[in-house]
T-cell receptor, first 114, second 112 residues
Framework: DTEVTQTPKHLVMGMTNKKSLKCEQHMGHRAMYWYKQKAKKPPELMFVYSYEKLSINESVPSRFSPECPNSSLLNLHLHALQPEDSALYLC?????????????FGPGTRLTVT | GESVGLHLPTLSVQEGDNSIINCAYSNSASDYFIWYKQESGKGPQFIIDIRSNMDKRQGQRVTVLLNKTVKHLSLQIAATQPGDSAVYFCAEKRTGNTPLVFGKGTRLSVIA
C-alpha cells in the first residue's frame, strides 16, 4: 500500500471558522509533510514532522497549526484564515527525512476561504 | 479573488513524438534529483529519480539525464501519449535530513 489519503477533498470555510485537514498513511513512514500549492506554482513546504515531532516550520503563520497524533496521522488545524490562504494543501510522507527524495503525495485538499 | 498566476512554461508535443522537459538547478550539494508528474486535480506522482553520482537513468518510457557541469536536468518521455499530459516538476534533495526543493514546473500538452 503506497497510498497517502487526505480528507476532505474540498473545503470551503469562512474567515472566522475553525476546520481541520487530515492525512493518513500506512506505509510505516516516519516523516510526514504539509505543503501549500497555489495555481501554476510548485508545492511550497509548510511543515515537516519526523518521528511525530515537528522538525521544520517554514515560518508559517500561526493560523495554521499542525499536529501529529501518531505515526500514521497528520492533521492541519485552520483558524481565522484569509482569502489568500485558498490553495491546494498537500500531505506527503517518506521513510525518513533522510529519504525525503522518495516522497509519496496525497491527492490534496482544495481549500477555499470566503 | 486570485490574480492571474505566473505563466507556466508549456511544451506541446504531437502524440507519438518524444518529449524533453528541462530543469536548471542551482545547488551543487544536491544528492538526489527527482521528477514528479502532477495531473489536474491530483497530487504530484513520483516518476523517476537520479543520484548525483549518475548522469543517466532509464525507466519505462522515461529517461532522466543529469549534467552536473552546467547544473541541468532533463526528462525525456518516449512515444508521448495523451495520458502524459500534466505538469512536470523537477525537485532536488540536498545532503542530509533536508526537504525537497521544487522547480517551477512545465506543462506538457499532448496533441492527438
Amino acid at each position: 500500500d503506497t497510498e497517502v489519503t487526505q480528507t476532505p477533498k474540498h473545503l470551503v470555510m469562512g474567515m472566522t471558522n475553525k476546520k481541520s485537514l487530515k492525512c493518513e498513511q500506512h506505509m510505516g513512514h516516519r516523516a510526514m509533510y504539509w505543503y501549500k500549492q497555489k495555481a501554476k506554482k510548485p508545492p511550497e513546504l509548510m511543515f515537516v514532522y519526523s518521528y511525530e515531532k515537528l522538525s521544520i516550520n517554514e515560518s508559517v503563520p500561526s493560523r495554521f497549526s499542525p499536529e501529529c497524533p501518531n505515526s500514521s496521522l497528520l492533521n492541519l488545524h485552520l483558524h481565522a484564515l484569509q482569502p489568500e490562504d485558498s490553495a491546494l494543501y498537500l500531505c506527503a510522507s517518506s521513510q525518513s527525512t533522510g529519504s525525503s527524495y522518495e516522497q509519496y503525495f496525497g491527492p490534496g485538499t482544495r481549500l477555499t476561504v470566503t | 479573488g486570485e490574480s492571474v498566476g505566473l505563466h507556466l512554461p508549456t511544451l506541446s508535443v504531437q502524440e507519438g513524438d518524444n518529449s524533453i522537459i528541462n530543469c536548471a538547478y542551482s545547488n551543487s550539494a544536491s544528492d538526489y534529483f527527482i521528477w514528479y508528474k502532477q495531473e489536474s486535480g491530483k497530487g504530484p506522482q513520483f516518476i523517476i529519480d537520479i543520484r548525483s553520482n549518475m548522469d543517466k537513468r532509464q525507466g519505462q518510457r522515461v529517461t532522466v539525464l543529469l549534467n552536473k557541469t552546467v547544473k541541468h536536468l532533463s526528462l525525456q518521455i518516449a512515444a508521448t501519449q495523451p495520458g502524459d499530459s500534466a505538469v512536470y516538476f523537477c525537485a532536488e534533495k540536498r545532503t542530509g535530513n533536508t526537504p525537497l526543493v521544487f522547480g517551477k514546473g512545465t506543462r506538457l500538452s499532448v496533441i492527438a
